[in-house]
RNA sequence: AGCGGGGUAGGGUAGCCUGGAGUGCCCGCCGGGCUCAUAACCCGGAAAUCGGUGGUUCAAAUCCACCCCCCGCUACCA
């Protein structure tokens, strides 16, 4: 039983935003789950460092290109350091063994036959020494920066032949009707029909800021059959981890996994991934996020004003996976003060005072008998595992939110209507005792939606349960029950 | 234009593939309970012709056809 999970390697030209920490952290929020219930689990991060834009904007800053991704490498780990995100490694494609993994695979691409050399028709601008695609080009086929007319030109270049795999593609999306992302999928199939043998180099005089062809040293490799090798040359051999299981991505880039991503493997002789899952992109008040608006959100200040735990809350519950989401700061707010602190973070402290009040003192104790109404809570332990199994990622999420609020709800629900803070001695200890069961158990299966909050429970309740191995019963004998326990500030502004 | 996704109470969503009483969840609103707890918790209620029209069926939010509205994609940019 193992998972290995990814996320795309990210273009450090500038630091992480809330789309790259929302694959992020969905990312993390499997990896955590897939750990809990003892899968072997491999969750790998990293950042794509060639390519055009990274030396000029190298240039323009007068930075060497690796002075350049080297800083912005530290940035992005300094960013997920702070969300807390568990990645087994963070690859680097400027690293010595990710060259030298494309360069062998391309080699066997090539010796294939799979490469060949023909002629690119571009669109150059003498201004920007470089290619568009009539795309990038503005109304007029004008250079977008210099704003005049860009020339037809003709260079040599290498072809992958993306179309000889076109039957095996199709073969292979039938036969595994999971592996693409389910919102784009009949995209993806419709795309199919018109697929076009791939250009997969550039010319040095171009772009030098990249990996040269082991066959011809006069160009670089195109960036993506660079970039999605990463998902390879992370594993440093590892390959009992092969192939990826969940491969997470913004739907701008699926058809690159979906595609050009397999027919590389098939070509190169490897096993194809299992998933290629996309989620939306996310909307601020509705509207696009840009720079211009001024509305783009940090997912560090999300995280510095309410907490890391309700910043992954909102992600992982509120949007709808898949679908585009909209947040707002009016959202993290109610999701943070009403849900986190309200249900959860209250009763946690709940509970503390009214133990103390009770037994006098900190040593914990699981119930006699255990109320009917808890027993229940094992099914979501059980649903848990089974939806993990089938790697259903988007039935996991909304189960998780729905669990959450049920499972802390009926905890709360049973304290009201027994209302031990009226009753004496035994009778209210034994209510305690199973409400702090209850709670032990849920704060278990809660670890990968809310690792920071759970675990500071665990340490200050000096337990530490996992959920593959956590069982309704004995949890609270092993506990001692904190004074106090406050787990989310409340946020007024 | 082609293709794809979406249109479910005031807002946001799940359900749709594998038809079976409008069934669920969050926010908001109204009423009640509790007062142990970070004015937090619990219970109940109002509110939806499930985008529209037609069809299949004993039965349609769910299947089929057409139409309307919103959004996105159309790859050799990173």
Redesign the pocket.
Known sequence: MKRFITTPIY?P?SKPHIGSAYTTIVSDFFARLYRELGYKTYFLTGV?E?????QKSAESKGKSPQELVDEMADSFKAAWKKLGISYDRFIRTTEDGHKKLVRDVLRKVYEKGDIYKDV?E?YYCVGCER??????LMPGLLCPYHHKPVEKKRIDAY?FK?TKYKDELLKYFKENPKFLSP?????IL??MD???D??IS?PVSQ?SWGITLPFDEGHVA???FDALLNYMSGLDGKMEFWPPDLQFMG???I??HS?LWPAMLISAGYELPKREIAHGFLTVDGK?MSKSLGNVIDPLEVAERYSVDTLRYYLLT?V?FG????FSWKGFK?AH???L???Y??????LA??WQ?AFGDSKGESPKELDERFKKLENIKEKIIELAEANDV??LL?FY??SF??G??DI??Y???K?P??KEGEEAKEILRNTLEAFLYMTTLLKPLLPVSTKKVMESFNINLNIKDVELGKLGDEATIPE???????VEE
């Open positions: 273009y030209n794509d060639h390519g055009e834009k990274i690119y571009g290619y568009y695609t009539e795309k990038e072809f993306l919102k784009y999928k009949e995209e419709n795309k018109d697929i076009k791939i250009c550039r772009v195109y960036v993506w739907k701008d880039i058809w690159f595609v696009k509120k709808p679908d585009d989401g909209d109610e003060n009403s849900e602190l309200g249900h973070g209250n009763l946690a402290n709940r005072k009214l009040r988007e039935k909304n939110g729905e609020l049920h802390i709800g709360n629900a304290l009201n209507e209302e803070w009226r106090e326990l406050m787990l989310f500030k409340k």
